[in-house]
């Protein structure tokens, strides 16, 4: 392989998305409410439910994530899905990730039984 060759093949890795393939945080979080209130609207909540239902909901918004066609993104879904019954709830997650290429959104749905919390983290393929 010739020097300019390889020069070519450097210069064509590229770090970054392009702006136009960016994660949006906005973008996604209404895709999340969407999703919730889709799911969500008229369930009756119970410990068993609460489990398949976790389960949809990560579904249905993976699938989604993957139609914004956002190349070299990987993504984590957190569902989280609890009785109300007047206690306080906190779910924190630590990560490490590039500020400007890695982001987040959440959303969460209250109804008068139960609440459920959903975080979809983005992370950029290098």
């Given amino acids: 392989m010739s020097a300019g060759a390889q020069t070519e093949n450097i210069s064509n ?3 970054r998305p392009d702006l136009k393939d960016k994660f949006r945080s906005s973008v996604v979080k209404e895709l999340i409410h969407n999703a919730l209130t889709e799911k969500l609207t008229g369930f009756v909540y119970s410990a068993e439910a609460g489990e398949e239902m976790t389960q949809a909901i990560s579904d249905l ?3 989604r994530l993957l139609d ?3 190349p070299r993104y990987k993504f984590v879904v957190n569902i989280f899905i609890g009785e109300q019954r007047g206690e306080g709830v ?4 630590r990560c490490l990730w ?4 890695d982001n987040y959104a959440s959303d ?3 109804a008068e039984t ?3 919390a959903a975080v979809v983290f983005a ?3 290098y």
């Avoid at 906190?90 to 997650?93: D, F």
């Avoid at 590039?98 to 290429?101: E, I, L, N, Q």
């Fill in 13 to 15: 890795f590229q770090i």
């Fill in 90 to 93: 906190k779910v924190s997650a």
């Fill in 123 to 125: 992370i950029y393929y």
């Fill in 98 to 101: 590039d500020a400007d290429t």
């Fill in 68 to 70: 914004l066609n956002l």
């Fill in 108 to 110: 969460v749905f209250l």
């Fill in 61 to 63: 918004i993976r699938n």
């Fill in 114 to 116: 139960f609440f459920c």
